[in-house]
């Protein structure tokens, strides 16, 4: 993460002193890119607060009391994400209490079942910005085509775009629809090694949960280590995973 991205990141958890708030502000002042990436910070902030979701939260903490005293569970954010690289878009996974304690627990538990069921991907926003024609038309006709879920006529289009950074994001998500775990793997890394942009915290996560989807325990626990010994704001359930998996 860029000290930029880690300024705002510090800001909006209230974790500044007097002085960082004062440096946040006059870059803010001073810097139009950096105004932009608050805005969007701040909008995904707002989304994790969203009424539906703290209710959803809650219903996973029932169910989660039902299973068992120390039953984990995972809980997913509608984080609305943007890259500043290309586009804006918004993404969801959603991994329901219990999923994980039958992946744990239950070794005749079907996995891919489990993914089916509880994983669901959000539909992305309609505007997307470029500053080339052709990767914009390409952008739109893959979101089109995920909106549809058509995931695998998607992922031509988001690979023709190449590199760049919310096109490589969604491949990712593209690759788990297609239950291609080990390229969805390759796309988060990229993003992840980039650091340079606002899918990196993110993209560890989700690395995380794949790992675990594919039933890759001993890269899983790497992954949430790295996170639960980080300020990422999946933090704390990172560590709750390790506690089940250790």
């Not at 969801?92 to 039958?102: M, T």
């Not at 893959?142 to 988001?158: D, H, K, P, Q, V």
């Not at 790497?222 to 560590?239: L, M, R």
Request: aromatic fraction near 12%.
């Amino acid at each position: 993460m860029t000290e930029n991205n880690h300024l705002i990141e510090e800001f909006l958890d209230g974790k500044l002193k007097s002085k960082g708030i004062q440096l946040f502000l006059q870059q803010k002042e001073k810097d139009s890119l950096f105004a932009e990436e608050y805005a969007i910070r701040l909008e995904i902030n707002e989304a994790i607060q969203d009424k539906d979701l703290i209710e959803f939260r809650k219903m996973l903490d029932d169910q989660r009391n039902r299973f068992a005293k120390k039953s984990p569970y995972l809980k997913a954010r509608r984080d609305v994400l943007k890259s500043w690289h290309l586009a804006a878009a918004s993404f969801s996974l959603v991994v329901v209490a219990g999923g994980l304690w039958y992946i744990l627990s239950n070794q005749s538990a079907s996995t891919d079942k489990i993914v089916s069921k509880y994983y669901k991907p959000a539909s992305p926003i309609n505007q997307v910005r470029s500053a080339k024609m052709n990767t914009e038309e390409s952008m739109k006709e893959a979101f089109s085509l995920y909106r549809e879920n058509n995931f695998e006529s998607a992922l031509l289009y988001f690979n023709t775009i190449g590199n760049q950074i919310t096109a490589k994001f969604y491949s990712g998500i593209c690759y788990i629809e297609l239950k291609d775990y080990n390229k969805a793997i390759e796309s988060f890394k990229y993003i992840v090694e980039d650091n340079d942009n606002l899918f990196v915290e993110h993209s560890e996560w989700y690395l995380g949960i794949i790992h675990l989807m594919n039933n890759q325990t001993d890269e899983a626990i790497v992954q949430f280590n790295k996170i639960s010994a980080s300020d990422s704001h999946y933090a704390d359930q990172a560590k709750e995973i390790l506690d089940y998996i250790n």
